[in-house]
């Protein structure tokens, strides 16, 4: 096998003894002779690489946090070649080369990604160890340790729900089995019954950190609080290893109930490699060199007659990653084109709705959105809407009322209460080609799946290709419940790119706004202001045109200024405009923006220059809030158009309260709105 990539270097042919993936065991008795030296080649193969990458990196010719799989080798490939690549799903972690490998591509692409240049999957974009191939559903990782097991989960079930029995790997290491999101992951995927491994790497240090610093216990006995079989092994018992692994994914895909693998592995080098070392007890290091499996293993498949072969096909393997990596060097460095372009997935090709209900029904803001659920999940069998309390109890804000009895359990999930879990298996679902719809029952909760969120699913097309059709339902906005169920966070959302947010004002582009965040192939926040849902009542039907919530309305015309606002304000912004029209004789070009990233603000500009005066108007706070970059990004442009300084009208810099009497004080309404307005003009 040979490749050749897209600045046409072309990489040697692959060897014949590396063409063989797939480990497969005899179902009883123990491996042969050639199982064995297939794991070997692979393990090998890696150390080889391993090698290489670490001497480029002390030389000064690799950058980033170079990690080796020194001593990770004789659980990795054994996992990778015992899996079926075709159908089942994995996330490695920073010393999963030997998986990588296995997995798919050419050893170039892997080595022209820890360079970082033009030869690179990711374009030079992501870092050493954190590529993947999402398209073989080998999920790529992020720093943020136990993040990828829940993206595991999404993309497991997702190929259960396409009929494939696949099963799920997702490696951690012993730091990483402190994380919350663990937990939550393991939790989640028993409740779910999901066929899904968790491997812990014990390698007995996070970075610095010793075991009896991280934990109490034995981390496979946690197994037995999620409902799970837990197994140790240790990573010397290769021969034996084969087996409990085989018969551990063989067990799992059939009774698709999960399992904890905690396996004791060695961590021959640091964390990375620029880790001293220098926190390591004397002769621990030199102690693990002699324990290091991979000699050892070798030394027993010499012992049995197979030292020349070895000899003659470790030659092989060094010349191969030798000669590879030549050829690797020669790539120029990495492409700029395409770096703002590729922060979005390309347009989705439209759904081909049904374009009934053509006669208007009149309904609650709340009642629309569960309009356009119904709809969704009648037409795209793709769709799946997640969320605690969403089924039974129909959300808490009743949107998602009579799914469950409609779609059934499958379509409609309740979850536990793990909004970052939750997320990032909604995550792994859509990038393997479902569609899900995720409510949160608060805007709030939210922050807790912020990682999942913004540093992975709107940072997955970037990095590595993948779409990611995904919807954030956020109920926002101050209605008297406090600090903690009040939040207006488009400020937070709007600064990480890859996402994009829809705050729609109406009960017909709440309905619209579902339709089209749904159809997007990029991570979508819905916002809707929790007042909305039953304030407003209007008629509500099929729009063919229901892609303009991704531009502003124009929803009053006049001369006097540029107003632009969106969600409840939007209504106040209307009542001071039809005061003002009344009593001072002004009109108003009052624009709802309707779709906050990404922002189109042509219109917008026209009117500011015809009218020489802007209003932004928003219920997110004064500091660093939204009405800010609005103001910043418009005036930019039409600065020599202005005749006044903008007025820029927003909440108060404080937390949310609770009491009626503040409530006012707080946020904009429709006095607070004109008082300022009035003062404005007459100023």
């Not at 197994?223 to 990573?235: L, T």
């Not at 679902?429 to 990682?451: C, M, S």
């Not at 009497?661 to 007459?682: A, G, T, V, Y």
């Amino acid at each position: 096998m040979s490749a050749t990539t897209a600045t046409q270097i072309t990489y040697p042919t692959t060897p014949e003894i590396l063409l063989q993936r797939d480990l497969r065991l005899a179902p009883e008795g123990p491996a042969t002779d050639e199982d064995l030296l297939l794991a070997y080649r692979w393990m090998a193969y890696s150390r080889f690489t391993d090698m290489r990458i670490l001497e480029l990196f002390r030389q000064g010719r690799m950058k980033g946090t170079v990690t080796c799989s020194d001593g990770n080798e004789g659980l990795v490939a054994p996992i990778a070649l015992l899996l079926d690549k075709s159908i089942d799903c994995v996330s490695w972690t920073h010393r999963g080369l030997p998986g990588h490998l296995v997995w798919s591509d050419h050893l170039g692409d892997h080595l022209s990604q820890y360079l970082g240049n033009a030869g690179s999957p990711t374009k030079g974009r992501e870092g050493n160890a954190h590529h993947g191939d999402p398209k073989n559903r080998s999920y790529p990782m992020i720093s943020h340790l136990g993040k990828m097991p829940a993206n595991v989960l999404g993309g497991t079930d997702s190929q259960r729900r396409n009929g494939f029995p696949a099963v799920g790997v997702a490696f951690f290491g012993d730091g990483g089995s402190s994380v919350g999101e663990i937990h939550e992951s393991m939790n989640l995927a028993s409740v779910l019954n999901l066929p899904v491994i968790f491997v812990i790497e014990n390698n007995k240090y996070a970075y610095s950190t010793p075991l009896d610093e991280q934990y109490a216990g034995r981390l496979v006995d946690r197994a037995k609080g999620y409902g799970m079989k837990g197994i140790a092994i240790d990573i010397a018992n290769l021969e034996d290893n084969l087996l409990v692994l085989r018969d551990a994914i063989e067990e799992t895909r059939q009774s698709s109930r999960p399992m904890l693998i905690e396996a004791h592995t060695l961590r021959l080098r640091g964390h990375a490699g620029y880790d001293t070392c220098d926190y390591m007890p004397a002769g621990v290091t030199e102690k693990w060199i002699q324990e290091d499996c991979l000699p050892n293993f070798r030394s027993r498949l010499a012992a049995k007659g197979y030292a020349d072969q070895l000899d003659e096909e470790d030659a092989v393997l060094q010349n191969f990653v030798n000669e590879t990596l030549a050829q690797a060097i020669q790539h120029p460095p990495a492409n700029p084109e395409g770096l703002s372009e590729d922060v979005y997935a390309l347009p989705a090709k439209p759904i081909a709705w049904n374009p009934k209900p053509k006669t208007p029904k009149t309904l609650t803001f709340a009642q629309a959105l569960n309009a356009a659920h119904e709809k969704i999940l009648s037409e795209s069998p793709e769709s799946i809407v997640m969320g605690q309390d969403i089924a039974d109890y129909g959300g808490a804000f009743k949107v998602t009322e009579h799914l469950l009895e409609k779609f059934g359990r499958n379509r409609i999930l309740n979850t536990p209460i793990c909004e970052g879990a939750m997320v990032g298996y909604a995550t792994g679902l859509a990038v393997n080609g479902h569609r899900p719809i995720v409510e949160f029952q608060f805007a709030d909760f939210a922050t807790d799946a912020t990682t999942q969120i913004c540093l992975n699913a709107a940072t997955y097309h970037y990095r590595s290709g993948a779409n990611v059709p995904l919807v954030l339902r956020f109920p926002c906005g101050d209605v008297g419940l406090g600090s903690f169920h009040s939040q207006e966070l488009e400020a937070l959302y709007t600064q990480f790119p890859g996402l994009k947010l829809l705050y729609p004002s109406t009960p017909q582009d709440a309905y619209n706004a579902l339709l089209a965040a749904y159809e997007d192939n990029n991570p979508v926040c819905l916002f809707e202001h929790k007042k909305l849902y039953r304030l407003l009542k209007a008629p509500v039907a099929f729009d063919p045109n229901y892609r303009s919530v991704w531009q502003p309305a124009l929803r009053r015309s006049g001369d006097y200024a540029t107003i632009v606002t969106y969600g409840e304000m939007t209504l106040y912004a209307n009542e001071a405009c039809a005061y003002l029209e009344s009593e001072y004789d002004q009109t108003f070009d009052l624009f709802d923006l309707r779709c906050l990233a990404p922002l189109k603000l042509d219109a917008i500009q026209a009117s500011v220059a015809r009218t020489g005066r802007l209003v932004v108007i928003t219920e997110s706070r004064r500091n660093v809030g939204f009405g800010a970059e609005l103001v910043a990004r418009i005036a930019e442009q039409s600065f020599y158009d202005l005749e006044a300084p903008p007025l820029r009208i927003a909440s108060l810099d404080t937390p949310v309260p609770f009491s009626e009497d503040l409530q006012p004080l707080f946020r904009p309404n429709k006095e607070s709105i004109l008082n300022q307005m009035i003062d404005w003009i007459e100023g």
